[in-house]
């Protein structure tokens, strides 16, 4: 049900201390983590040239699920372990980019007070990791270039600029795309 508030009272619910989310277990098991729920195998990631058969990416032992498809695995490989290939940096598990994303949300969610206890921020956790290992859905692009990296935490797929019809004005939208595109995401015009 909703309540609307009005006059006095809406200033003063607005004062007061909210008592964060209550996360309730759907997906994943008390005392488990989704981790240990699955069976793991370790893949080498290789793509070829398909004119010339030159191999321009790979990356072997990388750990998934048994049950992801080579294809899924070749994409996150390729695309989204930060790191350099072939050095202590490199992401080469899935276990590493999930991580990487869920719990910085956790450590945002709980610096920030969104939990109601740390209980529920464990629950939120696996829940999302579960979510994500399963292939419930995924992320956008961005999340997975930058959340947990260095990299400006831009996450957001795309962006709508408006550009007046003036060079000053033109010129600034091709430098503003520019630092979007460099995040990992699209912009449009309005």
């Not at 980019?97 to 464990?122: L, N, Q």
């Not at 996450?155 to 007046?164: H, M, N």
Request: one cysteine or more; proline letters at 2%.
């Amino acid at each position: 049900m909703t309540e609307t508030v009005s006059g006095a009272a809406r200033g003063t619910a607005r004062k007061a201390k909210a008592a964060g989310l209550k996360i309730d277990r759907v997906f994943s098991t008390e005392g488990v983590h989704p981790y240990d729920e699955v069976t793991w195998e370790r893949r080498d990631v290789v793509q070829t040239n398909w004119k010339t058969g030159e191999t321009v990416f790979e990356q072997k032992g990388v750990e998934y699920p048994d049950f992801w498809s080579l294809n899924a695995s070749t994409i996150v490989t390729t695309k989204y372990f930060r790191g350099a290939v072939g050095t202590d940096a490199r992401e080469w598990s899935l276990k590493h980019i999930i991580d990487r994303v869920v719990k910085t949300y956790r450590a945002s969610g709980e610096e920030h007070g969104y939990f109601a206890s740390v209980a529920d921020a464990e629950v939120f956790e696996h829940e999302l990791t579960w979510l994500l290992l399963h292939q419930y859905f995924s992320f956008n692009s961005p999340v997975w270039f930058n959340v947990g990296t260095q990299s400006p935490q831009q996450v957001s797929a795309c962006f709508i600029l408006s550009v007046d019809d003036s060079m000053d004005s033109i010129l600034n939208w091709y430098k503003e795309e520019g630092f979007i595109f460099k995040g990992g995401s699209g912009a449009g015009l309005n």
